[in-house]
């Protein structure tokens, strides 16, 4: 027999030994068999909504009978219809089981012991993550202060003295999970042209497409002029497709094929590739997503404001806040109403949480449960 006491931890990898795994929204099911609860409402993760495009459910419906088949490794279909809608050649692509997994990939490929990534406080929790697997060192940039006009946001100065002779990757949330903070173009195009070219700049953009801003970049437009650019995006919010794992970067031809190295063969499924396709030509879903989450992010801040609740302006799908109450306390309070909202203490940002931006209804619900927990009116 085998002796039980092994330390299998002392034969991983250093980084691996200390890593600390992400941590997601709690799932509805496990709060029904803790709580007992029904009627659960989960604003915790980010996801729409409305659900997924009607077109996407349909290309799903149409695949199933087709499963037994491996999936296209390459994902030719899906990557010509990204070519298209943002015109550029298909060798610049590179899709991911989620963008969760492009970050991995260029951890993978650009960072080794010794090297530096950088990234700002209160980023993306991933970043770290990835980085530390391979053994990388993590410079992390102090952000701006809770009074600007960015509270806890990218402070690109601070982020461009992290820069040194080891640094191989820079990754920027724009705009930032969980602050929903962003840059303007004019002060990112300014530190990327000041970035050597030697280090790959990651800008992620999960929530793109929930971006009104006028002075919000037009990123696509900068990867002719700077090759070590590599854009990441997602379907999984505003698309509705969080289940399926589908995401994708636009880079430099040649990053995309280093990146494409590591990629396992069949990264992505069939119903994945096929649903991401349907869902990125139906613009009438989009529409109708961004119209919602704009009124929903109106409706959220317009209470936060009169209960007096301090939050972080956010152009997300999301806003984060805080109470005079703990906010463990408010989230397990919130729990026991079958709302699931996200504690963000482990991003630097205690005593505050993180809700989704909902349905009108959902969203009602949630402020008034949060009333009754912090005995405050709207």
Not at 38 to 54: D, V, W
Not at 61 to 66: G, I, L, P
Not at 114 to 129: D, I, T
Request: glycine share 6%.
């Amino acid at each position: 027999m085998k002796n039980p006491c092994h330390n299998f931890s002392a034969l991983a990898v250093e980084g691996v030994r200390t890593l600390q795994p992400y941590a997601p929204g709690k799932p509805i099911d496990e709060l029904e068999r803790e709580y007992g609860v029904s009627n659960i409402i989960k604003l915790a993760s980010n996801e729409n909504p409305l659900g997924s495009s009607p077109l996407a459910l349909a290309a799903c419906q149409a695949a199933v009978r087709e499963l037994q088949l491996y999936p296209d490794g390459n994902g030719f279909a899906l990557k010509q219809a990204l070519a298209d809608k943002y015109h550029v050649d298909s060798s610049c692509i590179t899709l991911g089981n989620g963008s969760n997994d492009i970050l991995e990939f260029v951890a993978r490929v650009f960072l080794s012991p010794g090297a530096n990534a950088v990234f700002s406080r209160h980023a993306f929790a991933v970043y770290p993550l990835v980085c530390q697997a391979v053994g990388a060192d993590l410079n992390v940039a102090a952000a701006n202060a809770v009074d600007d006009v960015m509270p806890y946001g990218h402070n690109l100065e601070n982020m461009r003295a992290q820069v040194n002779a080891q640094t191989r990757v820079i990754f920027i949330a724009n705009p930032n999970n969980p602050t929903g903070t962003w840059l303007d173009a004019s002060s990112l195009e300014s530190f990327i042209r000041d970035i050597p070219e030697t280090v790959i700049i990651v800008l992620d953009e999960a929530y793109v497409e929930y971006v009104t801003e006028k002075e919000y970049p037009k990123s696509l437009s900068w990867l002719q002029k700077y090759p070590n650019l590599v854009i990441t995006r997602t379907f999984s919010k505003v698309y509705g497709l969080a289940g399926l794992r589908i995401g994708y970067s636009l880079s430099h031809p040649d990053v995309a094929d280093l990146l494409n190295r590591v990629r396992q063969p069949f990264n992505t499924n069939t119903l994945a590739q096929v649903a991401a396709e349907a869902a990125l030509a139906d613009q009438a879903h989009i529409e109708r997503s961004v119209t919602a989450n704009s009124d929903g992010m109106q409706q959220i801040s317009t209470a936060f404001k009169l209960m007096g609740v301090e939050f972080i302006p956010s152009v997300g799908n999301f806003i984060s806040f805080r109470t005079a109450l703990p906010e463990q306390q408010v989230y397990q309070a919130l729990l026991q109403e079958g709302i699931i909202i996200r504690p963000i203490g482990n991003y630097d940002l205690p005593g505050y949480l993180r809700v989704t931006i909902g349905s009108h209804e959902q969203n009602e619900r949630f402020l008034q449960a949060l009333m009754n927990i912090t005995g405050t009116k709207a």
